[in-house]
């Protein structure tokens, strides 16, 4: 038990770190508003959304289930597989987006949805989600939802 607190503390302090580094969200942009605006919009228990820095892909923002950021998902681009924070690092180069679905197990009876790009109205800042389950919408309708819940919280500005 003595090893394990030492090994806890190290873990907590890199996280911390790391964290540090990143820039913050907007100041005009309250962490528990945006968070309200994403869980009414796609909340779920099998969901993962972050919002980091543009090329570095350090997270500044994150909404969700930690074991769904940190699994590896089915890429759905052929035989790649990915975890949220890896799609965060290239999320958004040269305006890209992504929007993607596919299966997630074997029998087909689950599904992945993958969205990413930019922040629009916010150049130093990208997004990442997945979203897996039973009932998963496609990448294209989660993109959708999430660019609704960053406006509504003043993330982006209003269309």
């Known amino acids: 038990m003595s090893l394990f607190r030492p090994a806890l503390a190290a873990a907590f302090a890199a996280v911390a ?13 309250d ?3 945006l968070e309200k605006a994403v869980e009414d919009a796609i909340g779920d228990p099998n969901t993962c ?19 769904v950021c940190e699994k590896v998902w089915p890429a ?5 597989a990915r975890a ?10 040269e305006g890209a987006v992504i929007q993607a679905s596919c299966p ?14 930019p922040v629009p109205g916010q150049p130093e800042l990208v997004f990442t989600a997945v979203m897996e389950g039973a009932n998963t919408p496609p990448g294209v309708v989660v993109s959708d939802k999430l660019r609704g819940a960053f406006e509504r919280a003043g993330l982006t500005p209003a269309s």
């Open 31 to 33: 962490p528990l508003v």
């Open 49 to 67: 959304v972050l919002v980091g820095q543009a090329g570095t892909g350090r997270v500044v923002w994150t909404y969700g289930n930690p074991g």
């Open 76 to 80: 759905c681009n052929g035989t790649d």
């Open 17 to 29: 770190l790391t964290a540090a580094c990143a820039p913050p969200l907007p100041k005009t942009v």
């Open 84 to 93: 949220a924070g890896a799609l965060l690092k290239a999320a958004g180069r």
């Open 104 to 117: 997630s197990n074997p029998d087909r009876s689950r599904t992945v949805a993958w969205a990413a790009g």
